[in-house]
């Protein structure tokens, strides 16, 4: 088995902040995800990466940039937090036999 | 491109009803992968079935699914609903396996 971790669990920033959210998986699968989830508008994708300094949009890639360095490890940067914005995200990685994607745990953020 | 309806955002059962929760897709491949994940509250998405195999019922934790690709279904079912099914449920859909295509999700509250 494994396991991904996602930090912080919680994030607060301030409008037009920039802030960065990170995910760890020790699955050791090659393609990792990020989702955001709002209340009401289901799953939508961020940013996927297939490999190591790979780096693919979703269909919610503006205002955001993504990062991987490691093949364990995918960060995410909210690139100019807006205000009163409250969603859920989700780091995801996905298995080598059926396509399943396992998620982590996710962040929430909140903008003041 | 692939999309996954779920038509019901919300439904409401008495604990020992049948489950039916509804989920029909569309992609012009004829080998999608389809999948139902379960979420509880303050929790992120679990899987709870998978399936690629053409009207073959797939079984997990009492709830059933049969993919038909005849008419591009898979519901979710399972018999006597339990007050601890209440979660939200997302039916996904993977055609390229890199990506999942998820439906709006479908809230499920059981009551005594």
């Known amino acids: 088995g494994g396991i991904i971790t996602q930090t912080p669990k919680f994030l607060i920033g301030q409008e037009g902040q920039k802030l960065t959210l990170k995910c760890q998986q020790n699955f050791n699968h090659d393609t990792m995800y990020w989702y955001r989830q709002d209340s009401g508008k289901g799953l939508r994708l961020i940013y996927y990466s297939i490999t190591e300094n790979d780096l693919q949009k979703g269909d919610l890639s503006e205002g955001y940039d993504a990062s991987r360095e490691k093949k364990s490890s995918f960060s995410l940067t909210v690139t100019s937090a807006q205000k009163n914005e409250m969603a859920v995200f989700l780091c995801?990685?996905?298995?080598?036999?059926?396509?399943?994607?396992?998620f982590g745990p996710g962040t929430r953020l909140t903008v003041l | 491109g692939d999309s996954v309806t779920q038509t019901e955002g919300l439904v409401t059962l008495t604990e020992g009803l049948p489950v039916m929760l509804n989920c029909t897709y569309q992609t012009i491949y004829s080998n999608p992968f389809l999948f139902w994940y379960v979420q509880h509250l303050n929790e992120s998405p679990r899987l709870l079935l998978k399936s690629f195999t053409d009207n073959k019922r797939t079984e997990h934790q009492g709830f059933h699914a049969t993919l038909h690709k005849s008419s591009s279904s898979f519901h979710l079912q399972k018999s006597s609903a339990q007050l601890s099914d209440s979660a939200l449920y997302y039916c996904?859909?993977?055609?390229?396996?890199?990506?999942?295509?998820f439906g709006q999700g479908t809230i499920l509250k059981v009551y005594l």
């Open positions: 995801a990685s996905r298995g080598t036999v059926y396509a399943e994607q396992f």
């Open positions: 996904a859909l993977t055609s390229s396996g890199q990506k999942l295509v």
